[in-house]
């Protein structure tokens, strides 16, 4: 049962276009969503987040949208560098269930230079 | 670098076989959790430690087991090891133990099951 979904598998954006990853999820008690990006041989690190009362948080060239009623939250990346490529992935967590994420599969994002 | 270690890097072991995978929380982090990514998958949560004490609990098989020493270093113990384990283990931490508190994750633990 896959509660958060990231349905594209990889993206290739030309550097200083906009790269735009999407999420979906299927769990309504889900009210913090969070944005994380993996090099290679590294750890998952923290990007971006937003919580289900907002709709935008923005922070320098990443922004995340919300969209409550479509269970769908995006990010966006303007302008993209080549070292923006990396896995990105999707994560959502409730109140409820404490501090326990809930991860997509991730897309594998190539900003060509 | 975040800050959380992980050891070993990569272990390869055989089914059947039993490993013990460690992990070193941030300097005061509280809070230890541990994830399993499969292939092509997301990182699944198995189980998180606040202080010592089991604070959650994820879909971790009756094989594995963990804990959390005073030191607050944690262990994840795999046993009866079948192919299906062979996965990357992240060890993440954070402050606290509520919502919203960022984690921080270490490099991970490439474990091969032949």
Redesign the interface.
């Known amino acids: 049962d896959q509660q ?1 979904k ?1 349905n594209s ?1 990889s993206l290739s954006v030309q550097e200083g276009r906009i790269s735009i990853l999407n999420c979906d999820y299927t769990n309504s008690m889900f009210d ?1 969503f969070l944005w ?1 990006k993996k090099y290679p ?6 990007l971006i987040s937003i ?1 289900s009362i907002k709709d935008k948080n923005e922070d320098g060239r990443f922004t995340v949208f919300l969209n409550k009623s479509a269970k769908h939250l995006s990010l966006h990346i303007v302008p993209s560098q080549p070292g923006d490529s990396a896995v990105y ?1 999707c ?1 959502a ?3 409820a ?10 897309t594998i994002l190539r900003v060509k230079s | 670098d ?1 800050g ?1 270690t992980q050891t070993p890097k990569h272990l390869i072991t055989a089914t059947g076989q039993r490993v013990t995978l460690r992990c070193s929380p941030r300097s005061g982090d509280l ?1 230890v ?1 541990w ?1 399993q990514q499969s292939l ?6 198995l189980i ?1 430690y606040y202080n010592g004490e089991e ?2 609990k ?1 879909n971790i098989l009756e094989r594995f087991s963990a804990q959390q020493f005073p030191d607050l270093h944690s262990e994840l113990n795999l046993s009866s090891l079948e192919l299906g384990d062979s996965a990357l283990y ?1 060890c ?1 931490s ?1 402050v ?13 633990t490439r474990l091969t099951v032949l």
């Open positions: 958060v990231q598998p913090y994380y041989a590294e750890g998952p690190t923290f919580s992935f994560a967590s409730a109140i269930g404490g501090n326990k994420l809930v991860f997509g599969a991730g | 975040s959380v809070s959790y994830y092509d998958q997301g990182l699944q949560f998180q604070r959650a994820g992240f993440a954070s606290g133990a509520g919502a919203y508190t960022e984690q921080f994750f270490g490099p991970g």
